[in-house]
């Protein structure tokens, strides 16, 4: 029986980057890869050929990720990011959430593959603990954010 697949959720960006990048990687990244390895193999001997290596290395690297976003494409749901959210937190929801030690943090909630770390505008999963911690509530709202073995109290302050 084949295995079901999951759905994807993306941004409607995160989509776009990840069909650009596929075929930055396709039309541009590979064909360098082939000419590296002609290149490598036209100077002789491969046996020793570090250059010869470092492109079969760099191809086998771009096939695999060319099969990632592939696979991650295959079952995708765009999200609405303009749909209202009714306060409950959600994929594409802007999350303020306040911890133990009173500072606040703003962080948009996205598909793993989006995350990024960037000091203004971070983007988490619901794989992260505070992800975890506060999927499906709502404002206001006090949940237990699981670190390692302690657990850090978090109070949602807004949902958008």
């Not at 978090?154 to 949902?159: D, N, P, Q, R, T």
């Amino acid at each position: 029986m084949p295995k079901k697949s999951k759905t994807n959720f993306l941004s409607k960006e995160g989509y776009e980057k990840l069909v650009k990048e596929l075929h930055n990687i396709k039309e541009v990244e590979i064909p360098k890869v082939i000419e590296r390895i002609g290149e490598a193999k036209a100077m002789g001997d491969l046996s020793e050929n570090s250059e010869y290596k470092s492109a079969l290395e760099d191809r086998e690297l771009l096939s695999s990720r060319i099969m990632q976003i592939e696979e991650l494409l295959d079952n995708v749901e765009i999200i609405d990011e303009n749909k209202k959210h009714s306060g409950i937190i959600d994929y594409g929801s802007q999350v303020t959430v306040e911890l133990e030690d009173k500072k606040k943090y703003t962080v948009d909630i996205v598909w793993s593959g989006e995350v990024t770390l960037e000091k203004d505008a971070p983007k988490i999963s619901f794989n992260s603990p505070l992800g975890i911690a506060i999927k499906w509530k709502k404002a206001w709202d006090t949940v237990q954010m699981k670190i390692w073995t302690s657990k850090q109290s978090v109070k949602i302050v807004s949902v958008k």
